[in-house]
């Protein structure tokens, strides 16, 4: 069974926003997911968890993106957005990154190693100068929306 952690921030405001895309993946993951082996969300302590005969899903609950290595002590894939990659765009690579990812940084400083794999999900499509910290909470309009879920879609293929 693998385990796959969506990065994100808990909250109704922090929905839809681009650094919310890894939990936004785990999401649609689980949609396709739905059987009689799947019990739905449910909430363990900081987190909710998604459980099939296939996967183990996880994404925050209360804990925010820079915190999220308190998750885990363990797991197979990291799912999160990446301003490294441009929006529509994905890679799927073990122990590579982003340059700076303060929630990817706090799973490596849990786990102790950077040998895991990452579900990159691109999310820049920056027209005008913003700095990353202030784009990445910003929301998806709805052309970038369909943009991610086509990319979704693609990811969850290789996966199901």
Request: with cysteine; aromatic share 10%; proline share 3%.
């Amino acid at each position: 069974m693998k385990i796959i952690l969506g990065l994100g921030n808990p909250g109704v405001e922090y929905a839809n926003t681009r650094h919310n895309a890894g939990v936004s993946f785990v999401g649609k993951l689980a949609s396709l997911s739905v059987d009689q082996s799947s019990y739905g969300w449910r909430r363990e302590k900081n987190k909710m968890v998604f459980k099939t005969d296939k996967f183990t899903l996880i994404k925050t609950a209360t804990v925010f993106m820079n915190e999220s290595g308190n998750l885990i002590s363990k797991l197979d894939y990291l799912a999160h957005d990446d301003l490294d990659l441009k929006l529509g765009q994905y890679k799927i690579q073990k122990g590579v990154g982003p340059k700076v990812h303060n929630g990817v940084l706090s799973v490596e400083n849990t786990l102790k190693t950077k040998d895991f794999w990452r579900i990159r999900i691109g999310i820049d499509n920056r027209t005008t100068p913003i700095d990353g910290e202030t784009y990445v909470l910003q929301k998806f309009p709805p052309d970038e929306r369909k943009i991610l879920d086509g990319v979704f879609e693609k990811i969850c293929n290789e996966f199901v």
